[in-house]
């Protein structure tokens, strides 16, 4: 990334997570992706008086571990993680790779068994990252790197891709930082409006969905990721969803894309999927098991309204489509699937009776 990365590293390092004097910054990442924003950031870093130190991983690594490295040297490796983690203060997560796909094929070399057991190791390291997040001792950002290898992935050139990224970190605005900082207080007004509420409607061409939330709404404001630009919840009760949804952009899943994709839920669970292409991985995902078996329905386990007014057309890519102004998305879990779709104008989302959304935007 050629455009804008000086300006990137300076909104993660003063904006995202706030560098100050003494703080250890520990910088993840590819550094084969993703070397200029390694350099920047170790630069920024130092300027504001911080410890800049950095786990470097490189490229085919990951698979090569998949393959050779036992259950003790994968738990060597999760402990020494954990070491360095414990030692940081600021964490910045570089969420790029030449080849987002040298994984593909791990099963022909791995057993399943072997891939979940290491798998459930390496999530002790994320569980550490959000405890200590949450705790407000860890200060966390992720951030999403184009890359050659992606920009191949999503189907578009580098420099779209770039261009995307570019727009949607507010990168090619005068003062980064101070547009986040008015989107992030905008937000802070939208936030307090929904919280307490119960009872919500979200009515519009594409979407007829009621449900219910029973927690706090979130603010995506960029402190954690970027791009960013979202108000959600995790908190949807879960047998209160009902209505129906139509997706305006394909669902992407594990390669696969989905278009045309409509739900139908009834008392929280998915009854009826429905799809232009791809209906039998469609019926599998929502209804069966990995063995074929039936299992419970699916349930959403969060909704989100999309605030990013600067990001442009849809990539295909879940972490930025889904901050798209004027769009809502869905969340499934286990395994996770977020799915998006237009509001059009006169599309209106209410609480406990009150609008709260139209014209595609929070009226709040």
Same mark, same amino acid.
């Given at each position: 990334?050629?455009?804008?990365?000086?300006?990137?590293?300076?909104?993660?390092?003063?904006?995202?997570?706030?560098?100050?004097?003494?703080?250890?910054?520990?910088?993840?990442?590819?550094?084969?992706?993703?070397?200029?924003?390694?350099?920047?950031?170790?630069?920024?870093?130092?300027?504001? #008086?911080?410890?800049?130190? +950095?786990?470097?991983?490189?490229?085919?690594?990951?698979?090569?571990?998949?393959?050779?490295?036992?259950?003790?040297?994968?738990?060597? $490796? *999760?402990?020494?993680?954990?070491?360095?983690?414990? !030692?940081?203060?600021?964490?910045?997560?570089?969420?790029?790779?030449?080849?987002?796909?040298?994984?593909?094929?791990?099963?022909?070399?791995? =057993?399943? =068994?072997?891939?979940?057991?290491?798998?459930?190791?390496?999530?002790?390291?994320?569980?550490?990252?959000?405890?200590?997040?949450?705790?407000?001792?860890?200060?966390?950002?992720?951030?999403?790197?184009?890359?050659? @290898?992606?920009?191949?992935?999503?189907?578009?050139?580098?420099?779209?891709?770039?261009?995307?990224?570019?727009?949607?970190?507010?990168?090619?605005?005068?003062?980064?930082?101070?547009?986040?900082?008015?989107?992030?207080?905008?937000? =802070?007004?939208?936030?307090?409006?929904?919280? @307490?509420?119960?009872?919500?409607?979200?009515? &519009?061409?594409?979407?007829?969905?009621?449900?219910?939330?029973?927690?706090?709404?979130? /603010?995506?404001?960029?402190?954690?990721?970027?791009?960013?630009?979202?108000?959600?919840?995790?908190?949807?009760?879960?047998?209160?969803?009902?209505?129906?949804?139509? $997706?305006?952009?394909?669902?992407? $899943?594990?390669?696969?894309?989905?278009?045309?994709?409509?739900?139908?839920?009834?008392? #929280?669970?998915?009854?009826?999927? /429905?799809?232009?292409?791809?209906?039998?991985? *469609?019926?599998?995902?929502?209804? =069966?098991?990995?063995?074929?078996?039936?299992?419970?329905?699916?349930?959403? @386990?969060?909704?989100?309204? &999309?605030? !990013?007014?600067?990001? &442009?057309?849809?990539?295909?890519?879940?972490?930025?489509?889904?901050?798209?102004?004027?769009?809502? +998305?869905?969340?499934?879990? /286990?395994?996770?699937?977020?799915?998006?779709?237009?509001?059009?104008?006169?599309?209106?989302?209410?609480?406990?009776?009150?609008?709260?959304?139209? #014209?595609?935007?929070? /009226?709040?």
């Amino acid at each position: 990334m050629h455009t804008g990365v000086e300006k990137l590293a300076q909104l993660i390092t003063s904006y995202c997570v706030e560098v100050g004097k003494g703080d250890k910054v520990l910088i993840d990442g590819d550094p084969t992706a993703a070397s200029l924003l390694h350099i920047y950031l170790h630069e920024e870093i130092l300027k504001a #008086g911080g410890v800049p130190f +950095h786990k470097l991983t490189l490229g085919d690594c990951d698979f090569l571990n998949m393959v050779y490295a036992d259950t003790s040297q994968y738990e060597a $490796f *999760v402990q020494d993680d954990l070491r360095i983690l414990d !030692n940081a203060d600021v964490f910045i997560g570089i969420e790029g790779s030449v080849n987002p796909r040298r994984l593909d094929r791990v099963l022909e070399k791995v =057993e399943v =068994e072997k891939i979940l057991r290491l798998n459930r190791i390496s999530r002790v390291v994320r569980a550490e990252t959000y405890k200590r997040y949450e705790a407000g001792d860890l200060r966390v950002c992720y951030v999403e790197y184009p890359t050659d @290898g992606t920009a191949q992935q999503l189907g578009c050139s580098l420099f779209e891709y770039e261009k995307k990224i570019v727009q949607a970190c507010f990168l090619d605005t005068e003062n980064p930082t101070e547009t986040w900082r008015a989107l992030a207080e905008r937000q =802070e007004e939208v936030v307090p409006a929904l919280a @307490g509420r119960r009872k919500f409607s979200v009515r &519009g061409k594409n979407v007829n969905l009621t449900f219910e939330v029973n927690g706090e709404w979130i /603010s995506g404001n960029g402190r954690k990721y970027l791009p960013d630009g979202e108000v959600y919840t995790d908190a949807v009760v879960q047998d209160s969803v009902n209505g129906k949804i139509a $997706f305006s952009y394909p669902g992407t $899943f594990e390669k696969k894309e989905i278009p045309d994709l409509e739900l139908r839920f009834d008392g #929280g669970r998915v009854v009826e999927a /429905s799809a232009s292409a791809q209906r039998e991985f *469609v019926e599998k995902y929502f209804f =069966e098991d990995r063995d074929g078996e039936k299992e419970e329905p699916l349930f959403m @386990g969060a909704f989100g309204v &999309g605030t !990013n007014y600067r990001m &442009g057309q849809f990539v295909g890519c879940a972490n930025l489509d889904e901050k798209r102004g004027g769009t809502i +998305h869905i969340a499934f879990r /286990s395994p996770m699937w977020v799915l998006t779709t237009d509001m059009e104008e006169d599309a209106v989302i209410k609480a406990d009776g009150d609008v709260v959304y139209e #014209g595609r935007r929070f /009226s709040v």
